[in-house]
Nanobody, 124 residues
Framework: QVQLVESGGGLVQPGGSLTLSCTASELPVDDYIIGWFRQAPGKEREGVSCVSRSEGGINYLDSVKGRFFLSAYSAWNQAILRMKDLKPEDTAVYYC?????????????????WGQGTQVTVSS
């Protein structure tokens, strides 16, 4: 059973940076992708970024392009989301998820495994 653990969330001032880590264990033998999602209070969960072996890191939200960067490390058991120039609207619980597929997708239904989430708060 795949297990995902997020870390690196916290409180940061607007314009600051944070790095989120997603560490996976019991990885599947077949190909997989790792995605990051976020859910702000009172809003639906949305796909932020995804990384696959064939596509590299992809950002799905126009609001994070040029500010968020996702890469996979350590034989693909770790996905690091580097976030810079953070804004109050980036405040949310951030989740990583794994899907047994080759190509990235922002759609939650395709993901098989989820982490517990880590809180990111951007506030002065």
């Amino acid at each position: 059973q795949v297990q995902l653990v997020e870390s690196g969330g916290g409180l940061v001032q607007p314009g600051g940076s944070l790095t989120l880590s997603c560490t996976a264990s019991e990885l599947p033998v077949d190909d997989y992708i790792i995605g990051w999602f976020r859910q702000a209070p009172g809003k639906e969960r949305e796909g932020v970024s995804c990384v696959s072996r064939s596509e590299g890191g992809i950002n799905y939200l126009d609001s994070v392009k040029g500010r968020f960067f996702l890469s996979a490390y350590s034989a693909w058991n770790q996905a690091i989301l580097r976030m810079k120039d953070l804004k109050p609207e980036d405040t949310a619980v951030y989740y990583c998820a794994l899907a047994r597929r080759t190509f990235c997708t922002p759609h939650m239904d395709f993901y098989d495994y989820w982490g517990q989430g880590t809180q990111v708060t951007v506030s002065s």
